[in-house]
C-alpha cells in the first residue's frame, strides 16, 4: 500500500501580507517563510501602522498602512484578511520633539494597550476588558531631540477601541523649557523697495506661541523688535526707518513658547544695503611714481560699479575729488610728486538701485574702504650748502653751513666727503645734525691728515630724512705740508 502524497497552497487574502504556502514534504507538511509585509514609508510625523492575526505581534504583519492619529473604533474586521478578535495593531512614529519639555500621555481602550517612549514602556492596560474601555494618564518629561513612539493595541474580544494622545503641557508653572532659537535665517535685500524680507524655518516645538524678529545696527548692542508673527507665518519685510539707510543690520529670530518662555535668538545675520569693500591695498612705484590700488572684488547680486577717489588740496581745504569708475578690482593712479606725504584714497560702491556707498569728507583712519598710503619722499634738498677749509692742529678743519631760514629747511642734516686728488672715490669726514635753534645750520670737523704735502678735495652736501642728498657745493682744494 503506497503512501498518499499530497501538496496543498494557501493564499492569504492580505496581498500586502504577502503568500503563505505549505509543501507536503515526506508526508509531513513544512511551512515556507512568508513573505515580508511590503515597506511603507510615512510621512514625518505620521504613525506607521501594522496589522497582525494575532495579539503577540508575531510573524509578517498582515497589512502595513499610514495613520496620523490613533483613534480607532472597530466592530468587527479592522481589516480584510484579519480577525474580527485575536488581533493585535501597532502604531510607531519617530519625531523631533525640539527643546522637549512636560508632556502629558493619555490612553484609553478596550482591552489590551501599552505605549512606550524610546523602548521603555510608560502606560500599561494590558487585560482582556470586553467592551469595557478604560483609560490613563501620565505627565512626563520628553527629553530634547528625536525619540520613538509606539502604541501596542490588542484585542481579545468584543468592541475594538483605543486612542492615544501625547500634548505638551503649556502652564507655565510646569514648562520652564526654553524653545530651540529658529534655524534657517536667509535675508533679500531689495535695491528698488530699498527694504529687507527676512525668512526662517519652522522651529520643531510642539507648544510654540510665536515669532519675533529683531534687528539691530552693526557696531550698536541694541537690539530693536521688528515685528511678531504667528506660528504660521514664518518672514516678514522691514522697511528699515530711513529708506536711504546705508547701515548694515544684523537680524536675528527668535521663539516663545505657550508658557511665555523665550528662546535664545537665531545665528545672526548681517544685511547690507549696499555691498561693501572689505579691505584696501595699495602700492607707489617709484619707477612710475603711480599707486596701484587693489580690493576684493564684490559677488553681490545688486552690485554695480566703485568709484576710486583721492583726498586732494583743492581751493584751500582738502576734500576727496573722484578719479573714476570701474567694475574691476583694481586702480592706477595717475603719476604722483614723490614728495615724502601721506596719500589718501577711498573706494566707494553703487548698487543696482544708485545708492552709493556714504561718502563723508572727513578722514576715517579704521574704514575699510579706506587707505592711508605714505609716499617715499623723492625730492632732494634744493640747494647747496657753503663749504669752507681751514687748518686745524691735526690736519684739516672743514666748515659746513646753509642759511636758509629755518621754518622752509628741507634737510635734517649735514655731510662733509673728502677724496685725494686724482682718485675718484670719496669718504664720509662728518656726517651729523645741527641745532635748530640756530640762525644757520652748520657743522665742523677736524680731519686728521699727515703733513706729507699731499692735495685732498672737500665737498659738501645736506639730506633729507629720506636718504636725499642735495647738490654739493663746489669742489675746494688744499695741500697738506
Known amino acids: 500500500m503506497h503512501q498518499k502524497r499530497s501538496v496543498a497552497a494557501l493564499t492569504v487574502g492580505a496581498l500586502t501580507g504577502g503568500a503563505l504556502f505549505a509543501v507536503a514534504v515526506g508526508g509531513l507538511l513544512a511551512a515556507a517563510p512568508r513573505a515580508a509585509a511590503a515597506d511603507v514609508t510615512c510621512a514625518a510625523n505620521v504613525y506607521k501602522r501594522t496589522f497582525y492575526k494575532n495579539t503577540s505581534f508575531s510573524g509578517s504583519p498582515a497589512r502595513t498602512d499610514c495613520d496620523t492619529a490613533v483613534g480607532q473604533s472597530w466592530s468587527g474586521s479592522p481589516v480584510s484578511g484579519v480577525p474580527s478578535n485575536n488581533f493585535g495593531v501597532r502604531w510607531s512614529v519617530t519625531r523631533d520633539f525640539g527643546s522637549g519639555g512636560p508632556f502629558t500621555f493619555t490612553a484609553s481602550a478596550t482591552d489590551g494597550v501599552r505605549v512606550y517612549l524610546d523602548g521603555v514602556r510608560k502606560i500599561d492596560l494590558w487585560k482582556n476588558t470586553g467592551d469595557t474601555a478604560r483609560s490613563k494618564g501620565l505627565n512626563l518629561t520628553v527629553p530634547s531631540g528625536k525619540h520613538t513612539l509606539r502604541v501596542d493595541y490588542v484585542n481579545w474580544s468584543g468592541a475594538a477601541k483605543v486612542t492615544y494622545t501625547y500634548t505638551p503641557r503649556t502652564s507655565a508653572t510646569y514648562d520652564r523649557t526654553k524653545p530651540l532659537a529658529p534655524t534657517g535665517v536667509k535675508t533679500a535685500y531689495s535695491t528698488k523697495t530699498r527694504k529687507t524680507t527676512v525668512s526662517w524655518a519652522a522651529n520643531k516645538e510642539m507648544d510654540l506661541g ?64 549696499l555691498p561693501v569693500v572689505t579691505s584696501l591695498t595699495g602700492v607707489y612705484d617709484k619707477a612710475t611714481r603711480k599707486v596701484a590700488l587693489k580690493w576684493p572684488l564684490n559677488t553681490e547680486p545688486h ?56 561718502n563723508p569728507n572727513r578722514l576715517d583712519a579704521v574704514a575699510t574702504n579706506e587707505l592711508w598710503l605714505e609716499v617715499p619722499d623723492g625730492i632732494a634738498p634744493a640747494y647747496a650748502p657753503d ?8 690736519g684739516v ?9 629755518a621754518p622752509i629747511r628741507d634737510f635734517t642734516g649735514l655731510e662733509v666727503e673728502r677724496r685725494a686728488a686724482g682718485t ?16 644757520n645750520a652748520t657743522a665742523t670737523v677736524c680731519d686728521p691728515l699727515p703733513a706729507d704735502g699731499s692735495t685732498y678735495e672737500y665737498r659738501a652736501r645736506t639730506y633729507d630724512t629720506a636718504g636725499n642728498y642735495s ?3 663746489t669742489i675746494m682744494t688744499v695741500t697738506v705740508n
Open 210 to 273: 510665536s515669532y519675533s524678529l529683531y534687528r539691530r545696527a552693526v557696531g550698536s548692542s541694541t537690539w530693536t523688535k521688528v515685528a511678531t508673527t504667528t506660528t504660521g507665518v514664518r518672514s516678514h519685510t522691514d522697511p528699515l526707518v530711513n529708506p536711504d539707510d546705508r547701515t548694515p543690520y544684523y537680524y536675528e529670530v527668535r521663539a516663545k513658547d505657550k508658557a511665555g518662555n523665550a528662546s535664545s535668538g537665531s545665528t545672526d545675520t548681517i544685511v547690507r544695503p
Open 303 to 358: 552690485f554695480d560699479h566703485y568709484t576710486v577717489l583721492s583726498n586732494d588740496l583743492v581751493d584751500g581745504r582738502y576734500v576727496w575729488v573722484p578719479l573714476g569708475t570701474t567694475k574691476g578690482a583694481t586702480w592706477t593712479t595717475g603719476a604722483i610728486t614723490a614728495d615724502g606725504e601721506t596719500r589718501h584714497y577711498r573706494v566707494l560702491v553703487t548698487n543696482d538701485g544708485g545708492t552709493t556707498t556714504y
Open 387 to 394: 663749504l669752507t677749509l681751514r687748518t686745524c692742529a691735526l
Open 397 to 405: 678743519q672743514a666748515t659746513v653751513s646753509d642759511y636758509t631760514p
Open 424 to 439: 675718484e672715490a670719496w669718504s664720509v669726514v662728518l656726517h651729523q645734525g645741527y641745532d635748530p635753534r640756530s640762525a
Open 471 to 473: 647738490p654739493a657745493s
